[in-house]
């Protein structure tokens, strides 16, 4: 916002087209990214939950199983007419090895991966593997259970991100621009605009419920300021002005005062 009109009775603040176009891209911009961060936080939650598989020897040399696994909507379970063997696949990188038992299956060559990637339970996850292998071999076991539990690493990871970006995307959620502020002597009252993602709000007021305008620093390391008023109440309403600057908010952030205090003289 910045001050469009300046009488001895009327103080008018709007916010431009440009700038009211490029707050709410910063603004959408945030709830994306937020929510691109809360959904790998919800990913690596569900990753590291616990699974399941769960074999019998329909014949000599027919295995069918059940894996069980977690999602987003709860338990899933994916059933296997008929089980061929298991492998580890391995994900080499600079850094080393990643590794995972897969199983696989006759349908249309599709391999279910029973295990995350992991870096360092190999001798395990070989294991896991070789216990399945063995299984198809011995015509004597008729049934498996294998059951992998929660890897606390990525579960742990998870949960971090999410309890940081959920209350990060309900905030910019709630948060609102304001586009208008005018205060008017004539009318002794203030009316102010502000529109965010839940729609519009708007603030029709004496002016004797301000008590005061004054500069917000915004983000010190860029050098972000705003000017806010502060109402008798003790509510502050950012004006989110056009320029960050800190002579643009003391600018502002005077003319206000002086106007409020020229009512009151």
Known sequence: MKIVEQTPTLLKLQKSKFSLIRS?????????????FLSMGLLLFYSGSPTTLKCNRVEPTQISCKFTSHTFLGEETTSIRRLEGATVEVDLDSDGGSYRVVVLTEEDNIN???????????????????????????????????????????YIIG?????IC???????????????????????????????????????????????ARVEEVDSENNNYDTELVLVSGRKIRLNLDSSTLYASRKVT??????LSRKKS
């Open 24 to 36: 709410y891209a910063g603004l959408f911009g945030l709830i994306i990214s937020g929510t691109v």
């Open 112 to 154: 279910i991966p029973l295990t995350d990637y992991s870096t360092s339970d190999e001798e395990r996850i070989r294991k896991e593997a070789s216990k399945i292998n063995n299984f198809i071999n011995n015509p004597s076991q008729n049934s498996l259970i294998i059951e992998n539990g929660h890897n606390w690493f990525m």
């Open 159 to 163: 949960v971090f991100i999410f309890l």
């Open 166 to 212: 959920s209350p990060l995307i309900i905030y910019f959620i709630k948060e609102k621009i304001t586009t208008i502020c005018i205060l008017d002597k004539q009318s002794g009252r203030m009316y102010l605009r502000r529109y965010g993602i839940l729609g519009r709000e708007t603030i029709d007021c004496t002016l004797d419920t301000i008590n005061r």
């Open 254 to 259: 005077t003319s206000i005062n002086q106007f």
